[in-house]
């Protein structure tokens, strides 16, 4: 997780007190009744507790295959911890849509429809696909090293270059496709 925790919750000799929430080890939660949430463009802002100050913020799943539209770190520009929120239903649906459209942005992952084939070149494999953007073909190297299964029937697999490509279920393929994936298995 990206939350901070203080190593003493005094403050040194000669030095100023922080935020109570800075020293806190607890996330600071994030309701609506305490964070508000607009779309800038196509920056995420948030504004505190009532105040009109705006500033840009960005949104960070914890738990991105088993929950992802719960427990959302909201992170300054350098990536510290603002708070945390629990639920995205708790939003109402415009401040739901804007954090939606940054975690979209955030962990744009194409999703492997039909494997058209998957062919061994030395080291690699280069896999030629159809996702949900579109054809693809990339390679894989060491396969078996670069091929995840995070739940049952689920895999994910990761490029040469570091894109990572999802299966949401295997099952649900065509054979062909599950045929060529099980040869990596």
């Known amino acids: ?3 901070e925790e203080s190593m003493s919750a005094e403050p040194q000799a000669g030095q100023p007190a922080a935020d109570a929430e800075e ?3 607890e996330p600071v939660a994030l309701l609506p009744d305490n964070a508000r949430f607009r779309c800038e463009g196509t920056r995420l802002q948030m504004a505190r507790n ?3 100050d705006w500033q840009e913020v960005e949104a960070v799943r914890l738990f991105p295959l088993t929950a992802p539209s719960r427990w959302i770190s909201i992170v300054d520009d350098d990536l510290k911890e603002i708070g945390l929120i629990e639920d995205l239903a ?3 649906r415009g401040a739901r849509r804007c954090i939606e459209d940054e975690l979209e ?3 744009l992952i194409p999703q492997i429809k039909r494997v058209i084939s998957c062919r061994t070149r030395f080291d690699t494999a280069e896999w030629v ?3 949900n953007r579109g054809p693809a073909t990339f390679l ?4 078996r090293e670069k091929i995840k299964e995070p ?3 689920h895999l994910t697999l990761t490029d040469a270059e570091g894109n990572r490509y999802d299966i949401p279920d295997v099952e649900a393929l065509d054979a062909t496709s599950r045929r060529l994936i099980a040869e990596w298995l």
């Open 90 to 92: 708790a939003f109402d």
């Open 23 to 25: 020293r806190s080890a």
């Open 129 to 131: 696909v159809e996702t």
């Open 105 to 107: 942005r955030r962990y």
């Open 151 to 153: 739940l049952p029937r």
């Open 140 to 143: 894989v190297r060491d396969p």
């Open 1 to 3: 997780m990206m939350m």
């Open 50 to 52: 009532g105040s009109d």
